[in-house]
């Protein structure tokens, strides 16, 4: 959706997010270097690969999984993250008999410092709209079906709580390291929409 | 959005970039810059929500974000929406970086997006226990609110009390906040999908 832009050069949102950052520059108001880091900030350091060491982590240590569950938080701070959008973290755990889902009904929200910015489906019309009625058909785009005695949870994160979910661990994984067991887990895992 | 029909699948595209275009990560820079230079006023979820309806569902997401930025800004004073639409006419998209740098503001951002902190959420005063059964308000608030129109009339379980926050349209003291479960069926019939929604509400939303 660029606005029904085709032609070349750059389309009317473009120049217009353009027109602002160079007119607060001009004006001394922000400085380009500071635009620089947040984008740089997302673009190279915080990303999904930063959840999926807090989950290799909890597969691999119970008390670290414990402190996880209790105070997301703190635990996720350990590894070294935190941040925006991940002030009151909480880590819903998969069992065999749970699956967690994870949405924001009214806009984006969305554990940042250990997923990275959401990627644009997360943000979709139809995914606010249905994860929280009909969650299962949801997850089956995914290609995910929890078994029918699997209990579906969906957290809508709609005040400061920003969630994300502690994936089962796959069978057969016991020899694997933590980074092994790291490059395992991906962003929809942790959202719940691949169990 | 919660429960609406009508909007098709949900489709991920494979591989997807964080920004697909360099204006959207100028976008989300822009947001931060300016909101901890207190270059704009207010909030950003309130400006995105007072955007036309049309044009809201017409957007994309950092379309949506540019414009309220870009609102927000002019709200502060900072800028005419005039000048930005001369400059936006000009076309003159090279014409955006200067030479001055803000080293400190980089290092508190960086920190701030990208560090451990202490977890948010101040021990408030709570109305409503874990176990407590509530019901959420029916109520048609015309400004910014945090009560999806979905839960309103239903009854659920207090599961969990995170801590008090400033509720919002109203930043000021905290208040408490509930994580409250709901049966789906309660909230779209009988017929709907097994299961449970969990969902943080402002006390002042529930009885």
């Known amino acids: 959706m660029s606005a029904g832009h085709h032609g070349d050069g750059p389309s009317p949102i473009e120049r217009r997010v353009a027109a602002l950052e160079s007119l607060l520059v001009e004006r001394g108001l922000i400085t380009s270097d500071v635009v620089d880091a947040v984008v740089e900030t997302y673009e190279r350091d915080v990303g999904p690969l930063n959840g999926a060491r807090v989950v290799a982590r909890a597969w691999v240590d119970p008390d670290y999984r414990q402190r996880l569950l209790a105070d997301g938080t703190r635990a996720i701070g350990e590894l070294g993250y935190g941040g925006a959008e991940g002030e009151h973290l909480v880590v819903l755990e998969n069992t065999a008999e749970v699956h967690n889902l994870v949405v924001c009904t009214l806009c984006s929200c969305y554990p940042w410092p250990v997923l990275g910015l959401p990627p644009t489906w997360y943000k979709s019309f139809a995914y606010r709209a249905r994860a929280v009625r009909e969650p299962r058909a949801v997850m089956a785009e995914f290609g995910t079906a929890p078994a029918d005695d699997v209990e579906v949870r969906v957290w809508d994160s709609s005040a400061e709580v920003r969630y994300m979910v502690l994936p089962l661990r796959p069978a057969g994984t016991d020899d694997l390291d933590e980074p092994a067991l790291a490059a395992l887990v991906t962003r929809d895992h942790m959202i719940g929409v691949v169990r | ?207």
């Open chain 2, 1 to 207: 959005m919660g429960g609406m029909h009508g909007f098709g699948p949900v489709e991920p595209e494979v591989d997807e970039p964080v920004f697909h275009a360099p204006w959207e990560g100028r976008t989300i820079g822009l947001m931060i810059a300016t909101g901890a230079r207190g270059v704009r006023t207010g909030s950003i979820r309130p400006a995105i929500e007072a955007i036309d309806p049309a044009a809201y569902l017409a957007s994309s997401y950092y379309e949506r974000w540019a414009l309220a930025v870009e609102t927000q800004v002019v709200a502060g004073g900072a800028l005419t929406s005039a000048e930005i639409d001369e400059r936006a006419a000009a076309g003159d998209v090279e014409r955006i970086r200067s030479d001055a740098t803000d080293p400190d503001l980089v290092a508190v951002l960086r920190a701030a997006l990208d560090g451990p902190c202490e977890p948010s959420g101040s021990p408030v005063a709570a109305r409503f226990a874990v176990g407590d059964r509530v019901t959420v308000d029916r109520m048609a608030p015309a400004g910014h609110h945090r009560c999806p129109r979905y839960v309103r009339g239903v009854t659920g379980d207090v599961v969990r009390v995170p801590g008090g926050w400033p509720p919002p349209g109203d930043e000021g003291e905290p208040e408490a906040t509930y994580t409250v479960r709901f049966a789906l069926p309660d909230l779209w019939g009988d017929d709907a999908e097994p299961g449970w929604l969990f969902i943080d509400l402002w006390e002042r939303y529930l009885s």
